[in-house]
């Protein structure tokens, strides 16, 4: 017998069975957002991970941190025995200009055209520029990427023909893009080899 205005025990007992299969559901809601959570972070922290290994690897590629190759590039010879260091490198042929391996501006009889500068008697190049400031970003990037701190510092690879005045527009422009350290490759050769064999390239 049911009293009126209440539920008859089936129905209490259908009601209790109803509310604990909710919690139950609600539980394993709550479970499986917690472990989605965790499945994110983990995911964020191994791309972290592999990114910083990508840079490493990119940093590191090649046996020699520094090259100097091109018929159109002969570096000066020294018995100089620092070793060659891991920077930027600007690099000038007898034909180009290069930062980094890449072409950024034509090189013609040991000058660059002067509709690439900052008007008449201008020391700026300006194509160099532009490519300098977005390596000295990607760098300053990677370097922040690795914890590391950002070293201001290039390498200039010249052609011992290079006029002395494109050496100048050159050191200049690299100081307008907030370089402000230098060393210059050269050849290691014996003292007793004149006009030595070249080997691998270091710089002063």
């Known amino acids: 017998?049911?009293?009126?205005?209440?539920?008859?025990?089936?129905?209490?007992?259908?009601?209790?069975?109803?509310?604990?299969?909710?919690?139950?559901?609600?539980?394993?809601?709550?479970r499986r957002k917690g472990d989605e959570g965790a499945t994110d972070v983990n995911i964020n922290s191994l791309m972290d991970i592999m990114v910083i290994m990508l840079v490493f690897l990119l940093k590191s590629y090649g046996e020699e941190p520094i090259r100097a190759v091109g018929d159109d590039l002969k570096v000066p010879q020294s018995t100089s025995q620092l070793e060659p260091v891991d920077t930027m490198t600007v690099t000038v042929t007898r034909t180009a200009l290069l930062v980094n391996d890449s072409t950024v501006v034509d090189v013609r009889e040991g000058e660059v055209d002067p509709s690439?500068?900052?008007?008449?008697?201008?020391?700026?190049?300006?194509?160099?520029?532009?490519?300098?400031?977005?390596?000295?970003?990607?760098?300053?990037a990677e370097a922040e990427l690795l914890g590391e701190e950002f070293e201001p510092e290039a390498t200039i690879i010249a052609d011992q023909t290079t006029p002395h005045r494109l050496i100048l527009e050159v050191l200049y422009t690299a100081t307008e893009?907030?370089?402000?350290?230098?060393?210059?490759?050269?050849?290691?050769?014996?003292?007793?080899?004149?006009?030595?064999?070249?080997?691998?390239?270091?710089g002063i």
């Open 116 to 140: 690439h500068k900052d008007g008449d008697g201008s020391l700026r190049i300006e194509p160099l520029l532009e490519s300098l400031n977005d390596a000295v970003e990607q760098e300053r």
């Open 1 to 30: 017998m049911v009293e009126k205005g209440g539920f008859s025990k089936e129905e209490e007992e259908w009601i209790k069975a109803q509310r604990q299969r909710e919690a139950e559901r609600q539980k394993r809601a709550a």
């Open 177 to 202: 893009a907030q370089l402000t350290q230098f060393r210059f490759a050269i050849i290691r050769s014996t003292s007793e080899a004149v006009g030595g064999v070249a080997a691998a390239p270091t």
